[in-house]
């Protein structure tokens, strides 16, 4: 366990609260013009998946619990928990799906993702930032229509609805943001 002030505190840490383990989703700290700056931490208590929000002032101290982050590839879904190996030891890790969350739809046979670690059990997950889908569903291109124009709405290979440029169709290969499935460029390969 380390203290740390609650305004150094980030998305994906872990932390210990009376003795029970938490998974970060936000931190924001507000400095207003008047008044003691605060910090809202918005966390997952990672034994049961419940969400709870504290605010702390800046300068309080909050335990970090130590957690240790692995690269594990992804090897396959097993009802509803997620399957993962340690490319170094093939030690197998099974991920609970609350875990996992909402990126789920994210994850692809191989892909190589960051499981924090604590005490034997994966708390967290984080994806890489980016990933190549083909695009299944989609408008076709009305004609006059500029690049510059509004996006229009695609459905992906995963099933995740996202907006697209004009000029891409169905069948074209895009990469896309795992944080919130925008659209990126056009995959090069």
């Not at 366990?1 to 009376?18: H, Q």
């Not at 709870?52 to 309080?60: A, G, H, L, P, V």
């Not at 046979?109 to 708390?123: D, I, K, P, Y």
């Not at 229509?145 to 074209?172: C, D, E, F, M, W």
Request: charged share 20%.
């Amino acid at each position: 366990m380390a203290k740390v002030i609650a305004s150094s505190v980030r998305k994906g840490n872990i932390l210990d609260v009376d003795g029970q383990l938490y998974a970060v989703i936000t931190a924001e700290s507000f400095f207003p013009g008047k008044g003691t700056p605060t910090t809202q931490i918005d966390m997952r208590r990672i034994s049961d998946g419940v969400k709870t929000s504290q605010r702390y002032k800046t300068t309080e101290q909050v335990e970090r619990a130590f957690v240790e982050d692995i690269d594990h590839s992804y090897l396959y879904q097993d009802g509803e928990n997620y399957v993962f190996m340690n490319p170094e030891s093939f030690d197998q890790v099974t991920v609970m799906a609350d875990v996992v969350g909402d990126q789920a739809p994210y994850l692809q046979e191989g892909m190589v993702v960051m499981l924090s670690m604590h005490e034997g059990n994966a708390v967290a997950i984080q994806l890489p930032q980016r990933v190549t889908l083909e695009v299944t569903e989609t408008e076709p291109v009305t004609k006059g229509q500029t690049a510059s124009s509004s996006y229009k709405p695609a459905i992906l290979s995963n099933g995740v609805r996202t907006t697209v440029p004009p000029h891409i169709s169905t069948g074209t290969r895009i990469v896309v943001q795992t944080a919130d499935g925008s659209y990126v460029e056009r995959a090069k390969d």
